[in-house]
C-alpha cells in the first residue's frame, strides 16, 4: 500500500468515528420578498457554505430587538419560505428576547424582531430561535455511524474544554456534507477551534 | 418516620449525588489598594454569596480591552492579594483579550487590562482569565461524593440542554459551600436555569 493509499484509507476510516465540528454564528434567513424590501433585490452569493447550496450572502442585516440590536449580521441564502433569525441564548439576551431552543424551520410562537437593511425594513412577528445543536450526516456517513435521521445522540467533542453534549438533533439527507453545528455559546464552552472534531456516542 | 424526617432523610441522600450549579458572570477581584484607588474605599458588601465570607460588593467597575469595555462589573470581595478578571470567552472576544482558562489565582502570563472606577483608574499587567469550570467542596460533600482536591472530573448537569461536561475541577475546603461554578457562555450552552443540578461522574 503506498503513501497516498494509506492516507486515503485512514481518511475514511477516521470519517466513520469523527465529524468535524462547525460553529454558526448569529445568522438571518429571509424571504425572497424580505430581500427585495430590504436590499432592493434578492441576495447575492459572496462564498459557499458548508452544506450543499447554501451560502453566506453579500448582504447584511441590523437585527433590532425591544433592549439592543446587532449591526452587520450574516444573511445567508438561497432565499426561504419563512424569515428565521438564529441566535445564541446570549445574543437572545442582549436583544430582550427570549427565544426557544428549537430546530431550522421550527419557528411557530416564537418571537419576533425587527431587521433593518440598507433599503427598508421588515418586522417578523416570529422567527427568532436558538439552534437546536445538531449534525448534519450525508446517508452514507449516517450509515457508516449507524445513526437515523431525527435520532437524538450525544455528542462527545475532543476541544481545549472538553465535554459531552446531549440532546444532539442529527439530521440525515442526501443535500448534507456531514458536519455538526454548535451555536457561539456551545462553541466558547467547549473551546471549540476550527478543525475540531467530535464523536458521536452510542 | 414522619413527614420532616422523611425530607430530612430524603434531602441527605439526595446530597450524595446531587449537587447545585451557578453560573458566575464577569466579575473583577482587586486588591485593598486598588480598591481605594478605584473606590476612595475599601469594598462594601452588598450581599452574601454562596460561598462562605465573599460577597457581591456595592462598587461597580468598568473593565476595558482593546477592542472593547464592560460598564457596571461586578466586584467581589472581600479584596484578594492580587487582581483577577474572570470572564467568559465571548466577553473576552469583546474586549479584544485572549483569555486563558485557568483555575482562579492562577493569572501568570495572562493579559492585563484597565479597570475604571468612580475615583481613578487601575491599569493591571496581567489577571483576565476564563474560569476553569469548577466545583466548590465542603470535606463532608466530597468524601459522601468520593472525590478529592484538584481531581478532574466529569459533570453532567440536568439542565434544559442538557450535557456532560469534561475537566471539571473540583475544590475542597472547610471554607467552601458545595457548588458547581460556570460561566455564562457554559450557562447558556446547557440552558442553566437557576436551581438546576449536577451529578459528578465516576
Known amino acids: 500500500m503506498n503513501n497516498a493509499d494509506f492516507e486515503a484509507l485512514t481518511r475514511v476510516?477516521?470519517?466513520?468515528?469523527?465529524?468535524?465540528?462547525?460553529?454558526?454564528g448569529r445568522h438571518v434567513h429571509?424571504?425572497?420578498?424580505?430581500?427585495?424590501?430590504l436590499f432592493g433585490h434578492t441576495l447575492t452569493p459572496e462564498r459557499p457554505l458548508s452544506?450543499?447550496?447554501?451560502?453566506?450572502a453579500k448582504e447584511r442585516v441590523t437585527v433590532k430587538g425591544p433592549k439592543g440590536e446587532f449591526h452587520e449580521v450574516a444573511v445567508l441564502g438561497p432565499e426561504r419560505k419563512e424569515a428565521q433569525v438564529e441566535v445564541s441564548l446570549t445574543d437572545a439576551r442582549?436583544?430582550?428576547?427570549?427565544?426557544?431552543?428549537?430546530?431550522?424551520?421550527?419557528v411557530q410562537g416564537s418571537p419576533?424582531?425587527?431587521l433593518v437593511g440598507p433599503k427598508g425594513q421588515v418586522g417578523i412577528h416570529q422567527g427568532v430561535i436558538a439552534a437546536q445543536r445538531h449534525v448534519h450526516m450525508s446517508p452514507q456517513?449516517?450509515?457508516?455511524m449507524g445513526v437515523q435521521d431525527k435520532q437524538v445522540v450525544k455528542l462527545q467533542v475532543y476541544t481545549d474544554r472538553p465535554l459531552i453534549f446531549e440532546d444532539v438533533l442529527v439530521?440525515?439527507?442526501?443535500?448534507?456534507?456531514?458536519?455538526?453545528?454548535?451555536?457561539?455559546?456551545?462553541?466558547?464552552?467547549?473551546g471549540f477551534r476550527k478543525g475540531d472534531l467530535g464523536r458521536i456516542l452510542s
Open 13 to 24: 476510516l477516521l470519517g466513520r468515528v469523527f465529524l468535524e465540528l462547525e460553529a454558526s
Open 30 to 37: 429571509v424571504t425572497a420578498e424580505q430581500a427585495k424590501t
Open 51 to 56: 452544506q450543499p447550496g447554501q451560502f453566506l
Open 94 to 106: 442582549t436583544l430582550g428576547l427570549s427565544a426557544p431552543i428549537r430546530p431550522s424551520g421550527n
Open 112 to 114: 419576533g424582531c425587527i
Open 141 to 144: 456517513d449516517a450509515k457508516a
Open 171 to 190: 439530521r440525515v439527507s442526501p443535500d448534507f456534507a456531514t458536519y455538526a453545528h454548535l451555536d457561539y455559546d456551545e462553541a466558547n464552552a467547549c
